[in-house]
């Protein structure tokens, strides 16, 4: 199968690109704004020559059987720097995969959503029922980049004859991450990192930490399975609190935490107490997760300390 890698550069298209390459039968096309950035990444990973890289504008020249849209953020704080281009830019390439799949109709197009496309409400996790809420009268700048990706959603649904999945991406780690990034599991792990006490909010939160493999399972899944158009959303084999990770965050890594009931802690895209979701619809495809939240992150996490130590870093 010759698949398409759109946006070559993001942290979980690198992290997939590496889970193809221990595997026969997946012949990767690399696609990136930056193909230099590309080569210079698949040289340091040990990859180097193992896969063309080009720019965008040789996309539509090549023949694929799987186009893997990864253009985008991945991080809340860049996707709100990006302003309103962001819905010009996740416009731009799902319109150039579009016209690509209406002329070579056998090739099927995953698409990274987002769980952001439910709105910007998460007091209780999502369901197969639960509506996606848009301020439409009051829209705030922190609700774009999930209303970029309800619209490209709207506009697959619009196109039942083509094959095309919609894969809602709520949280994802792996060691790869960018420990600057300001989310809840980089804050534990630079702390400990650096040997420093974390302060954190007493606000409970609950999140389904995605890992490497099992969004790699998920992608075999759909790349194998009979073609359709639908939309999924991503989960582990079971979510973790706040309180539960940072107890094992302790115990494991020796993290240490105050918890401050003045801290202010509304993210980059609003208040997000429980940010997962319990509709299993991938499993209806033969998607299984092997790993909870937890253990993903225990995985990944002893390996950032791993490659700190290696590197000459102390992890204390």
């Given at each position: 199968?010759?698949?398409?890698?759109?946006g070559?550069t993001?942290?979980i298209?690198?992290?997939?690109i590496?889970?193809f390459?221990?595997?026969?039968?997946?012949?990767?096309?690399?696609?990136?704004?930056r193909?230099?950035a590309?080569m210079?990444?698949?040289?340091?990973?040990?990859?180097?020559?193992?896969y063309p890289?080009?720019?965008?504008?040789?996309?539509?020249?090549?023949?694929f059987?799987?186009?893997?849209?990864?253009?985008?953020?991945?991080?809340p704080?860049?996707?709100?720097a990006?302003?309103?281009?962001?819905?010009?830019?996740?416009l731009?390439?799902?319109e150039?995969?579009?016209?690509?799949?209406?002329?070579?109709?056998k090739?099927?197009?995953?698409?990274?959503?987002?769980?952001?496309?439910?709105?910007?409400n998460?007091?209780d996790?999502?369901?197969?029922?639960?509506p996606?809420?848009v301020?439409?009268?009051?829209?705030?700048?922190h609700?774009?980049?999930?209303?970029?990706?309800?619209?490209?959603?709207?506009?697959?649904?619009?196109?039942p004859?083509?094959?095309?999945i919609d894969?809602?991406?709520f949280?994802?780690f792996s060691?790869t991450?960018d420990?600057?990034?300001r989310?809840?599991?980089?804050?534990i792990l630079?702390s400990?990192?650096?040997?420093v006490?974390?302060?954190?909010?007493?606000d409970?939160?609950?999140r389904?930490?995605?890992h490497?493999?099992d969004?790699?399972?998920?992608?075999?899944?759909?790349?194998?399975?009979?073609?359709?158009?639908?939309?999924v959303?991503?989960y582990?084999?079971?979510?973790i609190?706040?309180?539960?990770l940072?107890?094992?965050m302790?115990?494991?890594f020796g993290?240490?935490?105050?918890?401050?009931k003045a801290?202010?802690?509304?993210g980059a895209?609003?208040r997000?107490?429980?940010y997962?979701?319990?509709?299993t619809r991938?499993a209806d495809?033969?998607?299984?997760?092997f790993?909870?939240?937890?253990e993903?992150?225990m995985i990944?996490?002893k390996a950032?300390?791993?490659?700190?130590?290696?590197?000459?870093?102390?992890s204390?």
């Open positions: 199968m010759k698949i398409a890698i759109l070559a993001s942290q298209a690198r992290d997939l590496v889970s390459s221990a595997e026969e039968g997946r012949q990767l096309h690399l696609f990136a704004r193909p230099d590309v210079t990444w698949l040289a340091s990973s040990g990859l180097a020559g193992s890289v080009d720019d965008f504008s040789a996309f539509a020249t090549q023949e059987d799987a186009v893997i849209n990864f253009v985008g953020v991945g991080d704080a860049q996707a709100v990006m302003g309103n281009s962001i819905f010009d830019v996740t731009r390439f799902d150039m995969v579009l016209d690509y799949i209406r002329t070579n109709p090739c099927r197009y995953l698409f990274l959503s987002s769980g952001a496309a439910y709105g910007s998460f007091s996790p999502v369901k197969h029922d639960t996606s809420i301020a439409v009268n009051n829209l705030s700048p609700e774009w980049y999930g209303v970029s990706k309800l619209h490209a959603e709207c506009r697959h649904r619009a196109h004859e083509l094959a095309i894969l809602r991406v949280n994802y060691r991450q420990l600057s990034a989310f809840l599991i980089t804050d630079r400990i990192r650096d040997g006490v974390m302060k954190t909010s007493s409970p939160i609950v389904d930490f995605l490497p493999s969004f790699h399972r998920l992608i075999e899944v759909f790349l194998s399975a009979p073609a359709t158009n639908a939309v959303d991503c582990s084999r079971a979510p609190d706040k309180s539960g940072l107890l094992a302790k115990e494991k993290l240490r935490y105050e918890i401050s801290m202010e802690t509304t895209t609003g997000k107490a429980c997962y979701s319990l509709n991938a495809f033969g998607y299984q997760p790993l909870t939240s937890l993903g992150l990944e996490a950032v300390f791993q490659r700190g130590v290696n590197q000459g870093v102390s204390e």
